[in-house]
């Protein structure tokens, strides 16, 4: 990939580091996140955190490894962990016996990740589906790790967030759901080089993404009492603004002839943003968001057991 992206720590790239990134810290953060109620389903979800450093000990080891067989072989261990997560989102969809966006997102959101592993699996083995190019194979997999998980499962917290708010409810459900359906259009659109599917995913995706953006940082943040974590919600709607529409405008750009950031461009900016200021600061204010509620939940079981000792 030192053709298009030169190494930027040791013979990483910034695109391996970005793919390296959603293992490493992404998923992590994510999986304590994802709003799963079936007890089986929670149950695996479980058991996929406690895989998950293993699986991500092996995506990094792969890339110690020139693309081959042996660098495939040991990302397997990536994708391995990934299944159980999106096992987990299967048993959940069956044990609520529903496919409102409350299941559906969340249970999209850990299926995608398998997606993105097997395209970091399809990378580090040097293979090329399709006549794919290299960049193009493992940016599949960065897409699938950032916009199919950390993307999807940060608009099912919003859905979550607004479930009793009338209209709101309805509108994050809506763009949850775009979120969802752009996710693979996009993909599929560079799959099959369709000019229509290429232009309609990411503007789809891009609508989704934006419209939870807003109703976060108008809807959700101010409601929230953790200064930090209302800042970090705010950065992260904020951030994702430049990434969306520089999507919009590379995918309109393959069609038609209208100026656009290069593949290395793109990385640069869409990628840095979408990963750091988008899904990092995200995640990292969800998860304040998430203690500050079990802390005022635990506040109130111990004041009610207070009373009952009374």
């Given at each position: 990939?030192?053709?298009v992206y030169?190494?930027?720590?040791?013979?990483?790239?910034?695109v391996?580091?970005?793919l390296l990134?959603a293992?490493?810290?992404i998923?992590?953060?994510?999986?304590?996140?994802?709003?799963?109620?079936?007890?089986?389903?929670?149950?695996l979800?479980?058991?996929?955190?406690?895989?998950q450093?293993?699986g991500a000990?092996?995506?990094?080891?792969?890339?110690?490894?020139?693309?081959g067989?042996?660098?495939?072989?040991?990302?397997?261990?990536?994708?391995?962990?990934?299944?159980v997560?999106?096992?987990?989102g299967?048993?959940?969809?069956?044990?609520?016996?529903?496919?409102?966006?409350?299941q559906?997102v969340?249970?999209?959101a850990?299926a995608?990740?398998s997606?993105?592993?097997?395209?970091?699996?399809v990378s580090?083995?040097?293979?090329?589906p399709l006549?794919?190019s290299?960049e193009?194979?493992?940016?599949t997999?960065?897409h699938?790790?950032?916009a199919?998980?950390?993307?999807?499962?940060?608009?099912?917290?919003?859905?979550?967030?607004?479930?009793?708010?009338?209209?709101?409810?309805?509108?994050s459900?809506?763009?949850a759901?775009l979120?969802?359906?752009?996710?693979p259009i996009?993909a599929?659109?560079?799959?099959?080089?369709?000019?229509?599917?290429?232009?309609?995913?990411?503007?789809l995706l891009?609508?989704?993404?934006?419209?939870i953006?807003?109703l976060?940082?108008?809807a959700?943040?101010?409601?929230i009492?953790s200064?930090?974590?209302?800042?970090?919600?705010?950065?992260s709607a904020?951030?994702?603004?430049?990434?969306?529409l520089?999507?919009?405008?590379?995918?309109i750009?393959?069609i038609?002839?209208?100026?656009?950031?290069?593949?290395?461009?793109?990385?640069?900016?869409h990628g840095?943003?979408?990963?750091?200021?988008f899904?990092?600061?995200?995640?990292?204010g969800?998860?304040m968001?998430?203690?500050e509620?079990?802390?005022?939940e635990?506040?109130?079981?111990?004041?009610?057991?207070?009373q009952?000792q009374?």
């Open positions: 990939m030192s053709a030169p190494p930027l720590v040791g013979n990483l790239t910034l391996d580091l970005l990134l293992p490493v810290l998923v992590p953060l994510g999986l304590r996140l994802v709003p799963f109620q079936g007890p089986r389903a929670r149950q979800l479980g058991a996929a955190r406690l895989l450093p293993i000990a092996t995506a990094i080891v792969s890339f110690l490894f020139a693309p067989v042996v660098a495939g072989a040991i990302a397997l261990g990536w994708l391995i962990s990934c299944g997560m999106s096992l987990a299967l048993v959940e969809l069956i044990e609520r016996r529903s496919l409102r966006p409350m559906l969340p249970a999209a850990v995608y990740l997606v993105g592993a097997g395209w970091l699996v580090r083995a040097g293979i090329r006549g794919f290299p193009i194979v493992e940016l997999g960065v699938f790790h950032y199919g998980f950390a993307a999807t499962l940060m608009a099912a917290l919003a859905v979550v967030a607004l479930r009793d708010r009338g209209k709101l409810a309805t509108m459900s809506a763009a759901l979120v969802v359906a752009g996710v996009t599929g659109g560079i799959a099959t080089r369709s000019g229509l599917l290429t232009i309609v995913g990411p503007v891009a609508t989704g993404v934006l419209t953006a807003a976060t940082a108008v959700i943040a101010p409601r009492e200064a930090m974590a209302r800042w970090l919600l705010w950065l904020a951030g994702v603004v430049v990434p969306m520089l999507a919009v405008d590379y995918a750009s393959r038609f002839p209208v100026p656009a950031l290069d593949l290395r461009a793109m990385a640069l900016i840095d943003l979408n990963a750091l200021a899904s990092l600061a995200g995640l990292l969800w998860t968001v998430r203690r509620r079990e802390s005022r635990s506040g109130r079981r111990m004041l009610l057991q207070r009952e009374r």
